[in-house]
C-alpha cells in the first residue's frame, strides 16, 4: 500500500516570496493534516480536513497561510508571503475518517522550507 | 491546543541499556496516548500506543507507563540499541472529539555502540 506522498521534499525561498506544498494521502483516508515541525521541536497542527471540509484550522496564520482539499483528496498548502520563522518542515498526514479513526496517523516524509 | 510536556530533550544510552523518556499531560479529556518514533528524513511513525483504562502496555523491547492521577506516562526502551536512535514523540489525543494528535516537543535518542 503506498504511504503519504508530498512534494516538493526540499524548497528554498527568500522572504516575502510564496511557496505551495502538495500531499496525496492514503488511499480512503477521509482526514487529512498539516502540521508544521520547527527544528528541534514537536510537530503542530496548522489545519485538518474532514473529505473537503475543514474540521479545525485555528493554528492556521490565516494572513499568509491558506490550505484546499477540493476533491476530498489531494491537498495544498500554501504560504504566501514567506516570512523567516516558517522555515521548517511541512508534514502531511492522513487517517481512517472520523467513524473509523484508529487514534493513528500515517505521516509522509515532509517538505522542509527554508526561507532566506 | 493543550500542551504535552515531554522530558529530557535529549539522551545517550550505551547499548543494552534502558532508555526512559518522560510525559506529562494538563488535559483530563484526554484518553490515547501514543508514542511516534521519527528518524532522519522520514516522517513520525507510530510506535506504540496506551489507553488510559490500563497501567502499562509492552510490546516487545519497548513498554508504556501510564499514571492517570499524575497525569503521566512514560516509555521505557529495554535493552536498546544503536538502530533505536531517533526522535520520540508522546503525544496525547481525545477520541471522542477532535481526532487529532497533541504532540510533545520531542526527545533525541542517541544510543551508543
Known amino acids: 500500500e503506498a504511504g503519504v506522498a508530498q512534494s516538493p521534499r526540499y524548497k528554498i525561498i527568500e522572504k516575502r516570496q510564496s511557496v505551495a506544498f502538495w500531499c496525496n494521502p492514503i488511499?480512503?483516508?477521509?482526514?487529512l493534516y498539516w502540521y508544521q515541525q520547527i527544528l528541534g521541536q514537536g510537530p503542530k497542527l496548522l489545519i485538518q480536513f474532514q473529505n473537503n471540509g475543514v474540521v479545525d484550522d485555528s493554528q492556521l496564520p490565516k494572513d499568509r497561510f491558506s490550505a484546499e482539499r477540493l476533491k476530498g483528496v489531494d491537498s495544498t498548502l500554501k504560504i504566501q508571503p514567506a516570512k523567516l520563522e516558517d522555515s521548517a518542515v511541512y508534514l502531511c498526514?492522513?487517517?481512517?475518517?472520523?467513524?473509523?479513526?484508529?487514534?493513528?496517523?500515517?505521516f509522509g516524509e515532509g517538505s522542509r522550507l527554508t526561507v532566506l | 491546543q493543550q500542551q504535552v510536556k515531554q522530558s529530557p530533550q535529549s539522551l545517550i544510552v550505551q547499548k543494552g541499556g534502558i532508555s526512559i523518556i518522560n510525559c506529562a499531560y494538563e488535559?483530563?479529556?484526554?484518553?490515547?496516548f501514543p508514542w511516534y518514533q521519527q528518524f532522519p528524513g522520514k516522517g513520525p511513525a507510530l510506535l506504540i500506543a496506551?489507553?488510559?483504562?490500563?497501567s502499562e502496555k509492552k510490546e516487545g523491547r519497548f513498554t508504556i507507563s501510564f499514571n492517570k492521577s499524575a497525569k503521566q506516562f512514560s516509555l521505557h526502551i529495554m535493552d536498546s540499541q544503536p538502530g533505536d536512535s531517533a526522535t520520540y514523540f508522546c503525544a496525547a489525543s481525545n477520541m471522542g472529539s477532535a481526532r487529532q494528535l497533541t504532540f510533545g516537543s520531542g526527545t533525541q535518542l542517541t544510543v551508543l555502540p
Open positions: 496506551i489507553r488510559p483504562d490500563v
Open positions: 488511499s480512503g483516508h477521509a482526514t
Open positions: 488535559n483530563t479529556a484526554f484518553d490515547y
Open positions: 498526514a492522513s487517517s481512517f475518517g472520523i467513524r473509523r479513526w484508529t487514534g493513528e496517523l500515517f
